[in-house]
């Protein structure tokens, strides 16, 4: 799992890379004087998965941008523009080993709004948060808990409160074989074992800015857990060139 995940890790920093180094023009994102599209960054993502025998299954590619990024769910098509979160989704999976990866980052090129900059902040607090407290014996609720309580104490509803926009999906779930395994990190009671490899992935959603999720795959041990996901999160990607 460590490989398919150092492929993950290498195909997300090649889309992040396309998107930072792409100009503006009236608010699109330009490669090679044509408008990117969310259609272009995953062709690259999957040429990139291909060097290191992996895919990703269909409809389990997500490069989604601006308002319809609120959908955690949407795959994402059509031009990628500036000042708005881009959601990007990797979970490739080794042809010959079969093995599943999970990894989830969000940028913006050029200037995000206020929202968004709030947004990725309670993020990215819930997610270390919730990473510091995974370890054997620790059970999926508290874990979920911990991430609705952060979000909550920062005025976003979340899934304690059936809320339709805001924290609207458990807080990570199992990968292995399969790409959604169990546990489900969410309200239950499931003890943490040793030897459990599951994804922190909590994100907040508004259809008035658009998204925002960081996901990283994570290997619980005895009295910590392992982060196997090594790719910084950066929510700002630069070098704006204006054509």
Known sequence: MRKVQRACEHAMG??????????????????????LTSERVKAYVEYALFDFGCACDVGELIVACGKRAADPHFFGSGPIFANVPIIIDISPRLKLERYYADMTRTVVKGEPEKEIKEMYGAVKHAQNAALALVKEGVRCKEVHNLVCGIFEERGYETTRKKAKKGFIHSTGHGVGLDLHEKPNVANNDYEL?????????????????????????????????????????KLEVRELKIV
């Open 14 to 35: 090649i889309a992040i890379e396309v998107i930072k180094k792409s100009a503006v023009k009236d608010n699109y994102l330009i490669e090679n004087d044509k408008i």
């Open 193 to 233: 074992r040793k030897g459990n490899v599951i994804t922190i992935e909590p994100g907040l959603y508004d259809p008035e800015v658009g998204g925002v999720r960081l996901e990283d795959m994570v290997l619980v041990l005895k009295n910590c857990c392992e982060n196997l996901t090594k790719l910084e999160k």
